[in-house]
T-cell receptor, first 108, second 116 residues
Framework: GQSLEQPSEVTAVEGAIVQINCTYQ??????LFWYQQHAGEAPTFLSY????GLEEKGRFSSFLSRSKGYSYLLLKELQMKDSASYLC?????????FGAGTTVTVRA | NAGVTQTPKFQVLKTGQSMTLQCAQD?????MSWYRQDPGMGLRLIHY???????DQGEVPNGYNVSRSTTEDFPLRLLSAAPSQTSVYFC???????????????FGPGTRLTVL
């Protein structure tokens, strides 16, 4: 089976940098996704890592260490619109297993 | 393209009633799935399908049925609704990749279901 752990909440000020950690244990690993979900809306894709290292996409970066079962999502230059829940998900055979999500609150 | 659509957006049922949540996609995706989302528990996979005529169970399949007669549609049926099925339901689709993997999933807007 799969288990994923994320912190439940993070608060930061506009313009700051926030790191959201995700640790996982899995019987089969085919990659790790990060999704963003605003309140009352559907999740939307942010990033995907299958090999170790850092993937950068504008203000968002995601890191993966397969040997440690660990990933993080880095949000730079925080904006108010980044207030949302961030979900990590591990990919197995035809299935995604999601963490409970981390709620990021951005303060002015 | 409309992407992934779901109907209805909201639904209230009484215990024991049955209903079907509709999901359709116009991206010709082979892979489709249903999730439920409950506070503090993240998204949990109910059922999934890798193509027309092929379905399989996810993490929490009890009380739900699915079928996949076409590539576009993947309805979720609640056989006899229970208060424990009060949740937000999301349908998602994606291209399959090589082997038994799947790519980025596109989610529908969700159906908010309350069972009294």
């Amino acid at each position: 089976g799969q288990s994923l752990e994320q912190p439940s909440e993070v608060t930061a000020v506009e313009g700051a940098i926030v790191q959201i950690n995700c640790t996982y244990q899995t019987s089969g690993f085919n990659g790790l996704f990060w999704y963003q979900q605003h309140a009352g809306e559907a999740p939307t894709f942010l990033s995907y890592n299958v090999l170790d290292g850092l993937e950068e996409k504008g203000r968002f970066s995601s890191f993966l260490s397969r040997s440690k079962g660990y990933s993080y999502l880095l949000l730079k230059e925080l904006q108010m619109k980044d207030s949302a829940s961030y979900l990590c998900a591990v990919k197995g055979d035809y299935k995604l297993s999601f963490g409970a999500g981390t709620t990021v609150t951005v303060r002015a | 393209n409309a992407g992934v659509t779901q109907t209805p957006k909201f639904q209230v049922l009484k215990t024991g009633q049955s209903m079907t949540l509709q999901c359709a996609q116009d991206m010709n995706h082979e892979y489709m799935s249903w999730y439920r989302q409950d506070p503090g528990m993240g998204l949990r996979l109910i059922h999934y399908s890798v193509g027309a005529g092929i379905t399989d169970q996810g993490e929490v399949p009890n009380g739900y049925n699915v079928s996949r007669s076409t590539t576009e549609d993947f309805p979720l049926r609640l056989l006899s609704a229970a208060p424990s099925q009060t949740s937000v339901y999301f349908c998602a689709s994606s291209y399959p990749t090589s082997g038994r993997s799947i790519s980025e999933q596109f989610f529908g807007p969700g159906t908010r279901l309350t069972v009294l």
